[in-house]
């Protein structure tokens, strides 16, 4: 195979809701999206950065600068091109995880709609549909969240993630509990937390939650390890799994025993499955996270939430928990779950007419 061009396009996506984290408030998506034109098939892949460096060190303009500058020239060269040589073709190049995975799923995508083979396939999806979770974000009010939290559930949702930071953790947790007994509850963090902070996050230890996700800094492992002695609740890292390596590294810390794998976070979906196995080697369950897909990124997350270490519900919620109007067919939720796409590649395709809608900007780069 051999990249011929590639169309970097961004598209805005208005959130149904304002989507409030411990880093900042999102109310639309502005998302890249990398179409890999080759010359055997055309592959998508959905760049997962944000607008600004405050959840990773990546931003959206500076994924779109590196991918011009470096990786598409870097890979263009490579004349037996596929998945797997997009990651050693890159290797030379330090982070921007998230631009090589947006670069690395175009590519495979391409690859797998050739040789008409999904990514559930590929990937090694072990079942046809996944169960889901949905995160939600940090409201004004109490009463706010409530409402927000009992829609998801009435929708089937199998888990709640509750978005906490300093001044809404305990309360909002204990406010979810009394309301809706034992639903499967967790919480994320971003890193808003100090290993100081460890006596208080202990206080969320009796609301029984499956695990709290990311509470220090990302370069903290030691001090994950450090607080896993003093809280029950399970850690879970995000932000600080950028690798196999690195999650070998935490696990053997003892810094975490649970993992959120976030394809982008690690540089794409074949370092996503390394992390899958070697959670799996040393009896650490995952799930899938999310950063508010579209149907295409959405698509590639749950044909990996398909494999079999996947054991907890992940953030891959349906397509109107984010849009109004997603660009592929909705992702509908049945029964809590979502379908594993089985047709070629992503197995779902953007809507031309409704691409083009929420296009802002296109740059086609030729690459022959
Ligand atoms: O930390 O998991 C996170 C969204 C954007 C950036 C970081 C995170 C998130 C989410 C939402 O929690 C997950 C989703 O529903 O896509
Ligand atoms: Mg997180």
Partial sequence: ???????????????????????????????LLVRARTDVAEGWGECAALPDPRYSAEYVDGVADVLRRFFLPAVAAATDLDANAVGRV??????????KAALETAVLDAELRADGRS???????????????????????IPELLDAVGGYLD??????????????????????????????LQVDANTAYAVSDARHLARLDPFELLLIEQPL??????????????????????????SARSAA???RLGACSIVNVKPARVGGYLEARR?????????????????????????????????????????????????????????????????????????????????????????EIDLR
């Fill in 155 to 184: 929708q089937g949702y199998l888990r709640i993630k509750l978005k906490i930071e300093p001044g809404w953790d305990v309360e909002p947790v204990r406010a979810v509990r009394e309301r809706f007994g034992d639903v499967a």
């Fill in 275 to 363: 992390v899958h196995d070697v959670c799996a080697a040393h009896g650490v369950p995952v799930w899938c996270g999310g950063m508010l897909e579209t149907g295409l990124g959405r698509a590639a997350n749950v044909a990996l939430a398909a494999l079999p270490n996947f054991t907890l519900p992940g953030d891959t919620s349906a397509s109107d928990r984010y849009y109004a109007t997603d660009i592929t067919p909705p992702f509908r939720l049945d029964d809590g779950h979502l379908r594993v796409p089985t047709g070629p590649g992503l197995g779902v395709e953007p809507d031309a007419a409704l691409l083009e809608e929420v296009t802002t900007s296109v740059e």
């Fill in 217 to 242: 800094d990302e370069d903290d492992v030691l001090g994950h390890a450090e607080l896993a002695r003093t809280v029950r609740t399970p850690i879970c890292l995000d932000e600080s799994i950028t």
């Fill in 249 to 251: 590294a935490a696990i």
């Fill in 119 to 141: 990514f559930g396939s590929f990937l090694g999806a072990a079942v046809d549909r996944v169960p889901c979770g949905v995160s939600v974000g940090i409201m004004d009010s």
């Fill in 1 to 31: 195979m051999k990249l011929e061009a590639v169309e970097l396009r961004r598209i805005r996506m208005p959130l149904v809701a304002p989507f409030r984290t411990s880093f900042g408030s999102q109310t639309a998506r502005d998302i």
């Fill in 90 to 99: 890159l290797s030379p190049f330090l982070g921007h995880f998230m631009a």
